[in-house]
């Protein structure tokens, strides 16, 4: 993995598979490179361990191609290396290829072919699937599109492909197993890629591959099979600006979505607030209300900040509809045979929509009969797709690696679900009403949580020397407490544990001390003076404290407060990750890192 850029048609491809890769760098990656069709039946590669503006400042200045290939790359197979690097190519350096995911019989497969005689040039799985494809051209009179499937045959494991051969300049074929590909129509053009925001550019006229689609793309159009017959594969006009991805007057694209929350907010509410009954309009789901009602038991499916969301979700579903409710890792959930209960709801949560653990947790559920739904942002991604049914966050899209708008549009998404959920069970009008007023204050809130940003950046340039933070919360505060670690840690690199405080004393105190400050989240709710006792044995072993809570008074008892505003008690989670965002934003820049690609991570995790 990471990212795939594939043009063909009649303007010069290079330009535009360079400008595609520069789209996919929030994604995280090590390396880059493409291939051109060259005289003599060879194929052109350009690739380097650096950045897309490395692989730039290489290539030749005149390139006409209009047939084109390129890669991102984040290691799984062999370190990042100018070798390692994609494009791949066969002995004779005929058949080019880029791939995101993982052969897992890639061994197996390179052992044969080494007895076979073919000598390998870099350490991937990849270059696998350039020598096999190149033994089925040998093998018979094939076309390209049947050496790839005959190929992919004998694959096991994900993928998403791009394959081009010199000698068939007018032909690139894709397929796709496991790994998003996304086709691009344009006029008298065809583009691919693996994520929507190097396509919508050029078009919005858009064609989402399914697993097990193979396509042949052509200047004046695509063809898609699959099991070696045709499919058909409809473009859907996408509803997204080319400026969403632009990054604008902001230093980061992580700046510019957390503050871009407040709309992201008001487009997870809009059309699915019902005044009359006082309570959430949630179409998607596909349940009636005698189905709703016979819900037992909720099980939230996720992976990082979604499975966290997840998290706070099924808190929101027990608090406010009254629903025994829980949350795990997706990859762990699919590892431990499950049992799938008939009258349990399975959630899968996914910005992305691709998430291969989560994606394969969906397929488990499903396997064994069950009832799953998505909550994705993406529209369709393979898990809206496999799922049927579920709610769209309509975010819009998340270009920084770090997940902040994604996740509080999630959290709303539940909000609404719980809504939904005790207003066909118990949860009385009264409550309903009370609800959708906090809902409908939430985006003001957070706008004015964004206004005093000034004091959270002093904040963090002063916490930002320490080696390390402990995060604490309880039941409400618990969640955002660990959310708020993860994001310290993803961006700047600063050890970060989270813990419910009612947890400290049961080990986690022996590692208090004036270099191991504590962030305690405290809001104003039945378990403050709780709270305040755990701030107080912090203080008296020397640890440093900063609160984030609604009570200004806090810093009485604190060194720190970040204060927020009340909501509602159980909407309350919503508003108190905001300013950890924020922290954990400025103190990155704080220390220099490079924000939106955070080391050794990527943006869509579609392998193991």
């Avoid at 068939?168 to 996304?182: H, Y």
């Avoid at 349990?344 to 989560?358: H, M, P, R």
């Avoid at 009385?428 to 957070?446: C, F, Y």
């Avoid at 270099?515 to 104003?524: F, S």
């Amino acid at each position: 993995m990471c990212g795939i850029v594939a043009y063909i048609g009649r303007r010069p491809a290079v330009p535009l598979v360079v400008d595609g890769l520069r789209r996919l760098e929030y994604r995280g990656y090590d390396s880059a490179g493409l291939a051109i069709p060259d005289r003599g039946d060879k194929m052109a590669v350009h690739k380097t361990a650096g950045r897309v503006d490395d692989l730039a400042a290489r290539l030749p200045k005149r390139l006409t191609a209009t047939t084109a290939i390129g890669h991102t790359r984040w290691a799984t197979h062999g370190v990042p290396s100018d070798v390692n690097a994609h494009p791949h190519l066969d002995t004779a350096g005929r058949v080019a290829v880029v791939h995101n995911g993982i052969v897992e019989n890639a061994a197996e497969l390179r052992a044969r072919l080494t007895a076979e005689g073919v000598v390998f040039a870099s350490d991937t799985d990849t270059e696998v699937l350039a020598h096999l494809i190149a033994r089925e051209f040998a093998a018979g009179e094939r076309g390209l599109a049947d050496a790839v499937r005959i190929t992919l045959g004998h694959i096991a494991g994900t993928y998403g492909i791009a394959v081009l051969d010199a000698t068939r300049p007018d032909e690139i074929v894709v397929a796709r197993n496991g790994s998003p590909l996304l086709l691009g129509v344009g006029e008298r053009e065809v583009l691919a890629a693996s994520d929507l925001s190097a396509l919508v550019t050029h078009t919005r006229r858009v064609v989402h591959l399914q697993d097990g689609d193979l396509a042949v793309l052509r200047a004046g159009g695509y063809e898609v099979h699959r099991d070696g017959a045709p499919a058909s594969r409809v473009p859907e006009v996408v509803d997204i600006e080319p400026m969403a991805y632009e990054l604008g007057p902001h230093p980061h694209w992580m700046h510019k979505e957390i503050h871009e929350q407040p709309a992201a907010v008001e487009r997870a509410l809009t059309g699915r607030i019902d005044d009359r009954f006082a309570t959430a309009h949630l179409g998607g789901l596909g349940l009636s209300p005698r189905e709703t009602r016979e819900i037992r038991r909720v099980v939230i499916l996720g992976c990082g900040s979604a499975y966290l969301a997840g998290r706070l979700g099924a808190q929101l579903v027990e608090e406010i509809a009254r629903i025994p409710a829980s949350a795990e890792p997706a990859a762990e959930f699919r590892y431990r045979n499950p049992v799938i209960e008939p009258d349990t709801l399975y959630v899968a949560v996914s910005q992305s929509g691709e998430t291969y653990d989560t994606l394969s947790a969906v397929q488990e559920v499903q396997r064994k009969g069950g009832r799953v739904v998505g909550v994705v942002g993406m529209v369709g991604s393979a898990i809206a797709r496999e799922c049927g049914s579920g709610i769209y966050l309509h975010a819009g899209p998340e270009v920084s690696v770090t997940s902040t708008k994604t996740y509080t549009a999630t959290a709303v998404a539940f909000a609404l679900l719980a809504l939904h959920l005790g207003r066909v069970r118990d949860l009385s009008p009264a409550d309903g009403r009370r609800l959708i007023a906090g809902l409908r204050a939430l985006p003001g809130q957070i706008a004015e949580i964004l206004a005093s940003e000034k004091q959270i950046r002093e904040v963090a340039a002063r916490w930002a020397s320490y080696p390390g933070m402990l995060y604490v919360g309880r039941v409400r505060g618990a969640v955002v407490a660990s959310e708020g670690a993860l994001k310290l840690k993803e961006v700047a690199y600063l050890h970060a544990e989270a813990y419910p405080a009612s947890e400290l004393k049961h080990g986690p105190l022996a590692l208090i001390s004036p270099d191991r400050p504590v962030v305690a989240v405290i809001p104003d709710d039945e378990l403050r003076d709780k709270n305040l006792g755990t701030v107080a044995e912090v203080k008296a072993r020397d640890g440093r404290v900063l609160a984030v809570g609604h009570d200004p008074e806090l810093k009485a008892a604190a060194d720190e407060v970040l204060v927020v505003p009340r909501n509602e008690p159980e909407l309350d989670p919503v508003l108190l990750g905001i300013p950890l965002q924020l922290l954990a934003y400025h103190a990155a820049v704080t220390l220099g890192h490079d924000v939106d690609r955070p080391r050794n991570l990527a943006k869509s995790v579609t392998v193991e």
